[in-house]
């Protein structure tokens, strides 16, 4: 099946830094990527929707200068965390297809962000 | 009310039983996807459902959209099945294109 691949897969950063993490479509292309954060003991929680070559759609409640989302790409999707805070701490993934492909959906290894 | 409920939300099963996952949801439909978390928190995909049944392996699932409930169902369970299930809806019509996640079920197959 179709491969998404999601970078890294953890890091640990200091408050007020800035954090990027980068989704890949590697053998489809993904006009529509999600990306979605799990806090422990948590369902997964849609943050938003990256459209290649438009702005992203922010689920309400979700900061879009803080979560910055760039679709540059047919396979590339990137997540960047501006001026962390601890209770950024997640885990962030990624996903490609259902709906828009018709097919299920592709996840990405996911990445576990530490503020500290 | 969540509009995705699971049950039960912990399991634990000896080796070689039988598995039932249930998932029922509130709101309409344009598939609904079964989904393996492991431990580490990755995430793979089992199903994705529209109407009727689906089986691959020692995995079936099923769905009856009229009474809005979905089933995943393990055979001759096996330790490695040991993970979190997770029942998503893709909703039907507008409105967000990501999936609407339940809180899933954690399953532990004891040896």
């Known amino acids: 099946g179709a491969v998404v691949s999601q970078h890294p897969s953890r890091v640990i950063c200091k408050s007020g830094t800035s954090v990027k993490i980068e989704c890949r479509s590697l053998?489809?292309?993904?006009?529509?990527m999600f990306w979605y954060r799990q806090f422990p003991k948590q369902s997964l929680m849609l943050m938003a929707t990256?459209?290649?070559?438009?702005?992203?759609?922010?689920e309400q409640g979700v900061e879009k200068d803080k979560f910055l989302i760039n679709h540059a790409s047919l396979t590339l999707s990137t997540l960047t965390v501006t001026s962390a805070h601890p209770e950024d701490s997640s885990f962030y993934i990624c996903?490609?297809?259902?709906?828009?492909?018709?097919?299920?959906?592709?996840f990405g290894q996911g990445t576990r962000l530490t503020v500290v | 009310k969540n509009e995705v409920e699971q049950s039960p939300q912990n399991l634990t099963a000896q080796e070689g039983e039988f598995i039932t996952i249930n998932c029922s949801y509130s709101?309409?439909?344009?598939?609904l996807h079964w989904l393996q978390q492991h431990p580490g928190g990755g995430i793979v995909s089992l199903f994705m459902?529209?109407?009727g049944k689906k089986k691959h392996g020692r995995l079936i699932a099923t769905i009856n959209i009229q009474e809005k409930h979905s089933s995943l169902h393990i055979t001759a369970s096996h330790p490695r099945d040991s993970a979190v299930y997770i029942c998503?809806?893709?909703?039907?019509?507008?409105?967000?294109?990501?999936?609407?996640f339940g809180k899933g079920t954690h399953l532990i197959i004891q040896p």
């Open positions: 996903s490609a297809g259902g709906r828009r492909l018709n097919t299920e959906a592709f």
């Open positions: 053998d489809f292309q993904a006009t529509t």
């Open positions: 990256s459209n290649e070559g438009s702005k992203a759609t922010y």
């Open positions: 709101v309409g439909i344009s598939a």
């Open positions: 459902l529209s109407s």
């Open positions: 998503a809806l893709q909703r039907a019509g507008g409105g967000a294109d990501g999936l609407t």
